[in-house]
Structures are given as C-alpha cells and as structure tokens.
C-alpha cells in the first residue's frame, strides 16, 4: 500500500466520520459560505503578481515535523504582506499536521487573498465543507480521482462560486482529467505515491503538453529564484511552496528574501 492509498483510506473514514458530526445544512449556514470568491486566475494573470503561492504547513509524511513553532495568523499574513499571490494552507490532520482551524484563522486574518484549501477531496461534503471555511479554491488531485469523480467534484466547486485547482504528475493524469471544469492546472513535481522526487522535472516535461489555455502552476521541490525563472521561460504562471518557507524560523522573511531576488 502506497503513502496515498493509507491517506486516502483513512480520507474516507474521516469525512464520515464528519458527515455524522456537521450537517450539510449547517455547512450551508456559516458566516464564509455567502463570502465572495477571491480568484486565483485573475491573481496569477495580473503582471504585477508575484506568482508564488505560499503554504502554511505543519509536517508532510515524508519530512516529519517542518515547523510546530509558528501560527497561521502570523505566517500567513507575513507572506500577504511579502507578496504572496495566493495562500494554501493544509487542513488534513492525521499525515499533514493540518486542521479547519488553521485554515479559518488564516482566512480571518487574509479576507481578501485567494486561498486554496490544501487537502485529499474525495466526497461533495468536503467541496461545501470547505466554501463553508472561505476556500476559493479547491485542489482535485487526479491521482486518487478517476475522471468521472473529477468533473463531478469539478461542476459542484464551479456551482458553489469557486476555483478548481487540478493536479497532476505526469501525461496520463493530465489526458484523462483535464475537462471543463478545471481552472488552474498544477504539476506536482513530487510523486504522491512515494513521496521521491527531489526535481522539477515533471513540470519541465509536461509544460508543452498542457494546454495554452490552461493557467499553469508548478507544485512542490522549489526552492531557487533560478528554478522559477527557468519554470517561467517555459509558460508556468504560479510556484507553490511551502517547505522552502516553513523550515525557516521566520517563513515570511524568507519569501521576502525570495521575491526580491526574483
């Protein structure tokens, strides 16, 4: 059994566990669920955006504990303040240290910055869990998705006034689950079923077999202002990183320090 196959398992225990807990009509009834949605496309297209998407993250099964010294307020809004294009913050608890109130105490103290709720969506319940937390947008991971599931959970994140963020790892992933439901495409650079990867390869190799009209983002194994430069040269709009920030004592200055040798 692969590290995903384990997180997916225990994925589906956990949103029953939740359907039991929070009706869907109390979902429906939170303060963020009417919040008009802060748009990740527009925020990458503008000029002036820095592109970096900036992750606030606990642990991941493949590095253990990255940072237990820090809040999300403060990381956070430090990275707002730094020039982030977008925030993603991770709400899976058991692998990724994560939680909804990580991601509500970002979004309370960020109301007006794209936000990515950074989980493993397998059921509707957690597309309208996370509108109800103030996600905008929502990453559908083609790896432990058939295609069909994709564009279900992709027309239900559309219906509800979000984003979708697809992510992908190689060509296969990408021809059976692009669709018309998909924002922004995401080229994890690290393999989800073993957690390797140490490169940006994928995304060298994907980035002329994803559309043109595809908003691209490269995910993960990031860490030079070189690495983005290059990633740009070849049509990628948005980075996300998270581990090159978070291992730091001070996550935001190291964004700073990023973006102003960009």
Do not use: W
Request: glycine share 6%.
């Amino acid at each position: 059994m692969t590290i995903l196959d384990k997180i997916i398992t225990r994925k589906t225990e956990e949103v029953a566990e939740r359907k039991s807990q929070v009706s869907i009509k109390a979902l429906e009834m939170s303060g963020f669920f009417a919040k008009t949605t802060n748009s990740l496309k527009t925020s990458l297209l503008n000029p002036a955006s820095s592109g970096i998407i900036s992750e606030f993250k606990r642990k991941s099964p493949s590095k253990g504990i990255i940072n237990a010294n820090v809040t999300p307020e403060d990381v956070t809004l430090g990275y707002v303040q730094a020039g982030a294009a977008c925030l993603s913050v991770l709400t899976d608890i058991d692998f990724f240290g994560g939680s909804d109130d990580d991601f509500l105490r970002a979004r309370k103290t960020n109301p007006t910055i794209p936000m990515i709720r950074k989980d493993f969506m397998i059921d509707e319940y957690q597309i309208i869990e996370a509108k109800s937390l103030g996600a905008d947008v929502i990453l559908l991971i083609a790896a432990n998705l058939s295609p069909q599931r994709i564009k279900e959970l992709g027309r239900l994140t559309k219906e509800l006034g979000m984003e979708t963020l697809l992510e992908i790892h190689d060509e296969e992933e990408l021809n059976r689950s692009l669709c018309e439901y998909i924002d922004v495409v995401g080229v994890n650079n690290r393999n989800l079923k073993n957690f390797s990867e140490q490169n940006v390869n994928a995304s060298l190799e994907l980035a002329d077999k994803i559309p043109a009209s595809c908003i691209k983002i490269s995910e993960s194994c990031i860490s030079e202002t070189e690495t983005i430069n290059i990633l740009k040269s070849v049509g990628y709009r948005g980075f996300l990183m998270g581990e090159t920030f978070m291992k730091t004592e001070n996550p935001a200055k190291a964004l700073a320090d990023l973006i102003a040798q960009l």
